[in-house]
């Protein structure tokens, strides 16, 4: 909050988010979001919650939330009803602010009142001049500015908490203020319930640069937005990356294209970006320069970055460690500390692959009602694993345990193992991620049959697909089933995913991110 | 002299200047054109830099001492120098990251 007064107080007739014609400026988005402050507080609630896509709302609701000293909870929207209404109920009591036409979804649920967003920006515009003074702010306060659901690996998402103080660390350890000039603009195409929809927020309200949001991620509208509202930076992940290169190459003719001119910088991170992808990236803008941030929802967003001039000159480079630079997370911040450890916690040599561990103020490491996942001196194992290369990049090679990310989004193997095992026909069932240019993962589903298989084999793999879509969500379907004799297992019963995976390795695409 | 905490701010008394702590904690004599800074919103605006004082501030700029003890960010920028004592604060360069977000 502190971080938009500062803006508000030092540049406030620049325009915040939206358009250059009819957008927020700095000082209009300080007073909304001072005048929704009072509005959840009367609301009496104990949480801020957004079920929405991205919208003038969200910094409203983001700011006007830590200025009520309340945590601010973006919820999936597209998590299925139940799902969304048990995310509620667990900060209940909570006001909501919801997509006008998803009201219903959360209407009726104890402890959770409603707001339709456009009804309340309506509300704030009507109050534009009842300007609020600021509360004295904390800035290495301990409440929490940000509680964000991780899709976790047991099923039952934890609650990421995020402190004022690691949000304020990371923002003044990684962008200047007032940093950008007034013509600078950042797209802003990920969700709100992802970290680097947030970081993305303030760290561009703090350096000063118009947001513009797109809500529902499309490659022609995002490479649209771009030229239309002069877009300098944005952020995305590798899907829309993907997506993006695709549609840009779709529109070269005799060899000239329009590509993006104003785009200076563009950002990636969020998964593993797929080598050709990126190569392409560069080759298709020349004059952009690429930034491939890491991070987690659990450190504040971005702790490791691969820098423009890195970018080139791996790409330039016959040396293929330099090379394979490209596919690295680039140098930890200045703020932050990275170690590799081994299973005991101990250091391993340069170039060794272990568990990635990370250390700085921005680090949270915390979950809502559990016991802190930080040691004691203050480190904070990622559960990623990677290894550090001899001039200091680090490299990460995928999460240790066995989430599946396709599309930048975290699938959890165990519902889809636990709809398939439930069809009669399917006595062992396992889900793993393989490479895929596209999605950076595809899933693909390895099933046993029970009894003597009836049915024709590539019949029954269109109705275990089906069946997982009705029960879960399309962006869990296998993409691929396969069927074999028996899983491998350790004597202790646990499942070998990382033998199944170099078994089923013929079904990814072979693509080396 | 005025309590210091990360995020409490202060206004020169002789200029425009207006800066937030970022690092320093206790009792500390941050002045800004030679003059003691005031909380915001209580500084006075009279007077001007003393000459010894007078090399101005930077917008979004970050001041410390020699010792990095203390350390400021501008958030107005003004006429005046900061100092801590008679001591001048000097501007802290940092080589700014590409922007990831």
Same mark, same amino acid.
């Given at each position: ?33 001072? +005048?929704? +402050? ?7 609630? !104990? ?25 601010? &909870? ?6 299925? !009803? ?29 402890? &959770? ?40 690996? $047991? ?12 949000? @304020? ?25 992802? @970290? ?26 995002? &490479?649209?937005?771009?030229? $239309? ?58 004059? $952009?320069?690429? @930034? ?57 040599? $340069? ?59 975290? @699938? ?8 398939? &095992? ?13 490479? !895929? ?7 693909? +589903? ?58 089923? +390795? ?8 | 002299? /005025? ?11 002789? *200029? ?15 002045? *800004? ?40 960010? *501008?958030?107005? /920028? ?24």
């Amino acid at each position: 909050m502190m971080l938009l007064e500062m803006a508000a107080a030092g540049f406030g007739d620049r325009i915040a988010v939206g358009s250059l014609d009819g957008g927020l400026t700095f000082q209009q988005l300080f007073d909304r979001a001072g +005048a929704s +402050a009072d509005r959840f507080r009367a609301a009496g609630a !104990d949480a801020v919650a957004m079920a929405d896509v991205s919208s003038a709302a969200l910094p409203i609701s983001l700011f006007g939330a830590a200025w009520a000293d309340l945590p601010f &909870v973006p919820l999936n929207y597209r998590l299925t !009803d139940d799902e969304l209404a048990t995310l509620a109920g667990r900060i209940a009591p909570a006001i909501a602010v919801v997509d006008p036409s998803a009201i219903g979804r959360l209407s009726g649920l104890d402890g &959770v009142s409603v707001v339709d967003r456009d009804a309340l920006l309506a509300d704030l515009a009507d109050l534009v001049d009842a300007t609020v003074p600021a509360p004295e702010w904390d800035m290495v306060g301990e409440g929490t500015a940000i509680l964000l659901f991780t899709s976790g690996t $047991t099923g039952e998402p934890k609650a990421a908490v995020l402190r004022h103080r690691h949000l @304020v660390s990371y923002v003044l350890g990684s962008v200047e203020f007032m940093g950008a000039g007034e013509e600078e603009a950042a797209l802003v195409s990920v969700p709100p319930y992802h @970290v680097a929809g947030m970081a993305a927020i303030l760290s561009n309200v703090y350096a000063g640069r118009r947001i513009v949001q797109l809500p529902a991620f499309d490659a022609a509208a995002w &490479v649209d937005l771009v030229r $239309t509202e002069g877009v300098t930076s944005a952020m995305v992940v590798p899907t829309m990356l993907s997506r993006i290169v695709e549609h840009l190459e779709a529109e070269i003719v005799d060899g000239e294209t329009v590509g993006l001119p104003t785009l200076r910088s563009l950002s990636y991170g969020g998964g593993k970006m797929p080598r050709p992808t990126i190569e392409r990236a560069l080759e298709l803008l020349p004059d $952009t320069a690429f @930034v491939n941030a890491y991070g987690l929802t659990e450190t504040s967003s971005t702790v490791a970055l691969l820098g423009p001039e890195d970018h080139r000159e791996a790409l330039a480079s016959d040396d293929e460690s330099v090379r394979a630079r490209l596919g690295s997370a680039g140098r930890p911040l200045p703020t932050i500390e990275v170690s590799i450890r081994d299973e005991d916690g101990t250091e391993v040599p $340069t170039g060794g692959p272990g568990e990635i561990w990370v250390r700085g103020e921005q680090v949270s490491g915390e979950y809502r009602g559990m016991a802190p996942r930080l040691t004691p001196d203050g480190w904070f194992p990622t559960h990623d694993g990677g290894w550090m290369d001899d001039a200091g990049f680090l490299h990460v090679s995928g999460r240790i345990d066995d989430v599946i990310v396709k599309g930048g989004q975290n @699938v959890s193997p165990g519902e889809i193992e636990a709809v398939l &095992v439930a069809h009669p026909g399917v006595s062992d069932a396992a889900a793993i991620g393989l490479p !895929d240019t596209q999605w950076g993962e595809r899933i693909v +589903a390895a099933v046993v049959r029970s009894g003597e298989p009836t049915a024709d084999a590539d019949q029954f793999a269109v109705e275990l697909q089906e069946a997982v879509r009705a029960e879960l969500r399309s962006n869990r379907t296998p993409d691929h089933v396969t069927f074999v004799d028996a899983l491998p297992y350790n004597d202790t019963g646990k499942l070998l995913r990382r033998v199944l995976r170099a078994d089923l +390795a013929h079904l990814g695409d072979g693509s080396t991110p | 002299m /005025p309590e210091l905490k990360p995020g409490s701010r202060f206004a020169s008394d002789v *200029c425009t200047t207006e800066v937030i702590v970022v690092k320093g904690a206790g009792e500390a004599d941050l002045r *800004c054109g030679g003059a003691p800074m005031a909380s915001a919103g209580a500084a006075s605006g009279g007077g001007t830099p003393s000459p010894d004082a007078a090399g101005g501030t930077l917008m979004g700029k970050r001041y410390v001492d020699a010792d990095e003890t203390i350390e400021v960010l *501008c958030t107005k /920028p003004g006429d005046g120098s900061l100092g801590l004592g008679d001591a001048l604060l000097e501007l802290k360069e940092a080589k700014p990251l590409p922007a990831s977000d």
